[in-house]
Every structure is written in structure tokens, then in C-alpha cells.
């Protein structure tokens, strides 16, 4: 069929792309994946996604196609199988018969097996049951060798048990009457027991590994330890003979060495309680032999003299002569357990033997150093017993045996006696109530003349406040483990006294002081009475931001950064509460100010009654009240307080702000007196020219050409002029105050309104 000119330039209907190679499906090694990657590369997923579909589709078509052609042959392979069950009983007997041999073999393998894995067990119970009597046989052996090397021993009383467990029984030399024979290889008695005693604690440790470790089998379902078995329970007796034995023995021989100081001899014995893991019972010994003694002759027997100011409690003597002692009597002992190498790490007379015996001691001889009821002694006591701790902590050889000495029960044990929360409640009734009962005044209370310092403080609140919060850092109070505690009760007391101002002050401006308990002192306080309390508040802000701040960080030195960082922005903030007070002093000073003044201010209202309805003539000088406007301010800052205790910014700053409040007072008053004769002056007016209109009489305004209301206007200007020149020698300009320049507008004349001269 012939095609159109269109199909000559495209591809068939049916025709698949070049990229898309359907053999390829045929090949053994074709991963989808693989395939899948390659064509993405070039080919958009949607149209390779179609190709697939179509491509399955005509794949489901020539199937189909298929089925349908040898239709047929299908239906027909049934009926081609003929005789089909005699074939299959032709197959079936050589099958069974390979089926039965195949049980027969796998019968006979199966109790092979079975024999096996009898065999098995029974060598592994002969094994075990070797073992077991081996096991036996070497603990009988050990026990029997110990009870050897017991009888081997240069002396062995029988007695030695009763001996040690007798407080008075003698025990300077060995039993039987032998010390110190020196044996034909140089050794002398004692050292030789030591070393016989420490191969006895080895076989004793070795045999009691085996009855408490060792476990044997029983039976394939259950173990036993060798201790339940009877043999072994059996020779329990001689066991724990054998033990009392040679702890008996041991302890007279560690006490015959601590006695002699041989070295040789405590090393032994040291090595033998390590290897029968007894530690405690040679850290008792050491602790009544040769701490207990020298503790009970210093603490009931060795004290001195008490003087009169120093109780019978105090500690530090004591620990003084406890160092000494321990040099001489407790030193060798600690040297020989610390030594590199020696394996004797496992004692701690330090905190077992030494300070143990120390804290029972304190407890019977002076219960009351524990006592925080008497803070000035309690915290002496205390720092000595730090003092000593680090002493007994440099005999520690590491870090580590630090720290295990300050996790011993003894070391926390003598810890929980010193009740430091009581203490901190103690002095903080101590130094708050000293405080508190300061600010409780009804008014201030100056410092003395004789103490009393310009450059420090000049009330006794004050002095109360920085004796407060320097006597929480003073040595005789302070406890670093109590900084925290300490520093926030600095922060309290500053803002105890910041509130003692700010509730005065806000009192004294309401004038009611039931409403703020404690602030009847503002009530009562003059102004030169408040220049010490801003003076005192200057130099607190500055000494709590500065040598205090420094002194309290340098006792703080050995904490972190992060810490002393918020210790620092802690007082600082303490310091800003108090700044954050200087202004309500200042108002309050300006307030009393501004009252005095304002009473002779109020005499600018006698000038309307001088010039209305009169025959005055134009007045030509001042008032006499203008000269007493600012006579409190000049009297206040010539004063002696505020020449002494006021900085020239501080007077500067009070005398612009008073200026600046009379002013505007002033020109209230005078705004209002002009507003009330100029409406006054209207009203007159009307009524006069009402009378003489209803009279018929001509008006006559010569002797009106000045009216009373300027006659008022002129006073004022000159009262005005006058008060600027008196602001000039104060040292504020008058041109530079609003209201001033207000007040001049107000009462100047037409001609003078624009040009401030005086």
C-alpha cells in the first residue's frame, strides 16, 4: 500500500524507538536498575514509562496469539498418555526399596551417636570428678601445710588469742621469754615469724579461694561450690583454727614490729593482712597500739595552761601537737604503706587508724568543739581541722590516694560533725540583726565628731551597712563553703538599706509615714541632714563596686571563671541599686529647698493689694521679697556639710534643678496675679464708662495713663529683673530657663519684651 508523503519522512505507528532495544531484556546479566539509570540519562521517565507499558501490552498480544494457534495441541497431550499408572508402579518399587536401606542406615548411624555422646559424658564426668578430687585433694594439702607452718612458727603459744584480746597484757617481746635472737642467717626471730606469717596468708588466702570461688560440677544439671561438699565441710574445724591461728599470731607479731620498729617485720605482716584481705584488722591494731596512746596523752593528759581568753575547747594546740607526735610515732608506718611498688595500697591508717582515733578522742575529751553555739570558736575549730586534713592528705602519694582518703567513712564521719548550716544561721542573726536594728532609728544618726571622716561615712546607718557586709568576707567569719550563703546576704543587706532610703524618701514626699514603717527619720531630716545621706550613698556605690568588689573576688580566686563572673555582676548589680537611690535624694533635697523658697515667694501677691485702687506712682526699684527667694538655696550650699560632702557636680547639679523648679513657681504666681488685674482693670472700666455715659459727662483719661495694672506689671519686672541678677551670682544663667524667659514676656514692657537685659 502506498504511503503518504508525511510516513515517507516519520517513523510507523508501531515502530519502537532506537534507545528502546527490547533484546536487551533477553540477556542473562540484565538488571532493571542498571538499565533504568542508563536511559534516564537521556529519556524522561514518563515517556520510558510508556515504551514499558506498550511494550508489555504486545507482549500479553503475541501470547495470547500463541495460545490461540496450538489451541489444539493443548487440549490433545491428555489424551496421547496411555498406561500411565503402570508406569508409574514400574517407578514406585526401586524407590521404596532405596527408601528402606535409607532407614536402616540412618537407624544404625543414630545409636552410634547415641553411644558417642555416652562416651562423651562419661569422660567429661570422669573429668569433672578428677578435678573435683584433685580440688580436694589440694585444699586437704594446703590445710594440712598451714597447720604445718603454724607449728614451724619460732613461738607459738596457744594463749596468744587471750593475750591480745587483754588491754594490759605485755606485749614488748615475743612469748616465752624470745626477742630479738638473731638466727645463723643474720635474721632475727621476729622478722622470721613476719615471713613465715606472710606464706602462711598466702596458703590461707590460696585455700580460701578454693572454698568460697571454686565450683565443681555435680551432676550435668547442677554446680556446687566445693565448700558444701562434705570432705570440705569435714575439715571446717581445722580451718577456722588454722585462722584464729594465724590471726592471733599475726597481730602479736604486727604489734611486736610497731613496738621494735622493724621495718622488715611490718612490711611482712603488712603483705600477709593484704593477701588474707584483713586490712581493717591491722588498721585496729595500729590504731590501738600506737594512735590511741599518743592521742589520750595529748588531748586528757599533755594539755597547757588555758589563759583566760581561750576556752578549753579550742583544737588548735592539739592538732599542733598531733603533727609532731605522728612525725615521730606514725610516720614509719605510713612511709611502708605508701612505698612505690609494695602492693600496700590497700590500707588507709590515715583515715582508719589516725583520724578515726582522733574524732573519738575529740568527742570524750571536748564534745564542745563541735558546738556552733560559740561561732568565733566553732569556725577557729574548724579551719584547724582543715588545716589538718590537708596535713594528714600530704602523707597521700597520689592524687588518687587523695581521693580515696576523702571518701573514707572516718574522713566524711569527722565532715558531718561540723554543722556549718547552723553556723551561716548563727552569724547571719549576727550580722543582719546588727543592721536591722541600725535602720530601726526614728532619725539619723550622725558618727561622732572625733571618728567621723570626709572622705568616708557620716551616719551610722551607713557605717552599719559596710561594717555588715565587710565582717561576711572577714576571716574569723567567713567559710568558703559557705560563699554562696555569705553572698547573698551581702546582696540582702545592700538591699535592705537601698529599701530603708527609697520607703523614707517615698514617705517624706507623701507626708504620711504610718504607710512606710521605719521612715520616721526622712519625716524629720532637714536638707543638710540629707547631704550625708547622699554623701554616704556615693561612697558605698563606689567602695561596694571597687576594693570591696576586689576584695571579695580575690578571696574567690580559686573558683572558676564562670563563677567569679557572676559573683562579680551580682555586686555590681548590688552597687547599681544603690545608685539607682541618688536621685530620690536629690529631689528630695531640691523639694525642701524649693518650699523654703516658695515661702517668701508667696509675698509677690502683696503687690496687687500696694498698687490697686491707690495713688501710687510708678514704682522704680524691687521688691524686698526678691532678695529672699533664693537665701535658702545660697545658705545651703554655703554651708558647711555641703562645702565638706558634696562634690561641685552634686551642688551644680541641685542648685540648676532648685533654680529651675522657683522659676517656674515664680512665673505661675506672677502669670496668675497679671491674668486677675488686667481681667480686674476691664471690669473697673466697663463700670466707669457705664457712669459716665448715664452722667453725661465727658471722660477725662489724664489721670488714667498709667493704670494700676501696669503699675503691677512694672513691680513684677522689676522684682524679675533683680531675682535674674540674683540667679547670675548664684552662677545660673536666667536667659537659659524657659520659664524665666516666660515670667519676662509676661510682666516686661511692649518696648522690652524681646531683649532679656538686667
Known sequence: MARSATELFSDPLDSQPLWFKPTAFHSPDFDPESYISELRAFVPSDTLRSHLHSHLSSLNRDLIDLINRDYTDFVSLTTNLVDVDSVIVRMRAPLLELRDKVLVFRSGVHGSLIALQDGLRHRSEAASARETIELLLDTFHVVSKVEKLIKELPTVPSDWSKDDAAPGANQSSTSNGVSMIHMDNGMNVRETQSMLLERIASEMNRLKFYTAHAEVPFSCSSIYHLQNLPFVQNMEKRIQNASQLLDASLAHCFRDGLEHRDENAIYNCLRAYAAIDNTSSAEDIFRTAVVAPLIQRIL????????????????????????????????????????????????????????????????????????????????????????????????????????????????????????????????????????????????????????????????????????????????????????????????????????????????????????????????????????????????????????????????????????????????????KLLKDVTP???????????????????????????????????????????????????????????????????????????????????????????????????????????????????????????????????????????????????????????????????????????????
Open 584 to 758: 530620690l535624694i536629690t529631689k528630695a533635697i531640691v523639694e525642701a529647698l524649693v518650699d523654703k523658697s516658695v515661702e517668701d515667694l508667696r509675698q509677690v501677691k502683696g503687690i496687687t493689694a500696694t498698687f490697686r485702687m491707690t495713688n501710687k506712682p510708678l514704682p522704680v526699684r524691687h521688691s524686698s521679697y526678691v532678695g529672699g527667694i533664693l537665701r535658702p538655696i545660697k545658705t545651703f550650699l554655703d554651708g558647711e556639710r555641703a562645702t565638706a560632702y558634696l562634690t561641685a557636680d552634686i551642688r551644680n547639679e541641685i542648685l540648676q534643678t532648685v533654680a529651675i523648679e522657683i522659676t517656674g513657681r515664680y512665673y505661675e504666681l506672677a502669670a496668675e496675679i497679671v491674668n486677675v488685674a488686667r481681667k480686674t482693670e476691664s471690669s473697673i472700666q466697663r463700670i466707669r464708662q457705664g457712669v459716665q455715659r448715664r452722667a453725661g459727662a465727658s471722660s477725662d483719661t489724664s489721670d488714667q495713663n498709667v493704670s494700676d495694672t501696669d503699675k503691677i506689671c512694672m513691680q513684677l519686672f522689676l522684682d524679675i529683673q533683680e531675682y535674674g541678677r540674683n540667679l547670675s551670682a548664684l552662677g545660673v544663667e536666667a536667659r537659659n530657663i524657659q520659664a524665666y524667659s516666660s515670667l519676662w514676656q509676661c510682666v516686661a514692657p511692649p518696648d522690652r519684651q524681646n531683649t532679656i537685659n538686667f
Open 300 to 575: 586528757w593528759h599533755g594539755q597547757p595552761a588555758l589563759s583566760p581568753a581561750t576556752s578549753g575547747d579550742e583544737l588548735e594546740n592539739d592538732y599542733e601537737l598531733i603533727k609532731q607526735s605522728m612525725k615521730e610515732e606514725c610516720k614509719f608506718l605510713l612511709d611502708i604503706a605508701s612505698a612505690e611498688n609494695s602492693g600496700l595500697h590497700v590500707f588507709d591508717f590515715l583515715a582508719n587508724s589516725i583520724l578515726k582515733e582522733v574524732l573519738a578522742a575529740i568527742q570524750r575529751a571536748k564534745p564542745g568543739a563541735f558546738s556552733p553555739g560559740r561561732p568565733a570558736e566553732f569556725l577557729r575549730n574548724y579551719k584547724s581541722s582543715l588545716v589538718f586534713l590537708s596535713y594528714l592528705e600530704g602523707y597521700c602519694p597520689s592524687r588518687s590516694a587523695v581521693s580515696k582518703f576523702r571518701g573514707q567513712t572516718a574522713y566524711m564521719d569527722f565532715m558531718k560533725q561540723w554543722n556549718i548550716g547552723v553556723y551561716f544561721s548563727l552569724r547571719f542573726q549576727e550580722i543582719a540583726g546588727t543592721l536591722d536594728s541600725a535602720l530601726t532609728a526614728t532619725s539619723l544618726k550622725p558618727l561622732q565628731q572625733s571618728s567621723r571622716d570626709q572622705r568616708i561615712l557620716t551616719l551610722k546607718q551607713s557605717a552599719a551597712l559596710l561594717d555588715s557586709l565587710r565582717c561576711c568576707w572577714r576571716d574569723d567569719v567567713l567559710i568558703l563553703s559557705c560563699s554562696d550563703k555569705f553572698l547573698r546576704l551581702s546582696l540582702q543587706l545592700i538591699s535592705r538599706y537601698a529599701h530603708w532610703l527609697s520607703s523614707g524618701l517615698a514617705a517624706r514626699k507623701k507626708g504620711a509615714p504610718g504607710s512606710h514603717p521605719g521612715s520616721e527619720w526622712a519625716m524629720s531630716a532637714a536638707p543638710d541632714d540629707l547631704i550625708y545621706v547622699l554623701s554616704d550613698v556615693h561612697f558605698l556605690e563606689r567602695e561596694i563596686c571597687g576594693d570591696y568588689l576586689g576584695n571579695v573576688l580575690g578571696l574567690l580566686s580559686s573558683c572558676s571563671t564562670e563563677i567569679c563572673n557572676f559573683v562579680k555582676e551580682s555586686i555590681l548589680q548590688g552597687g
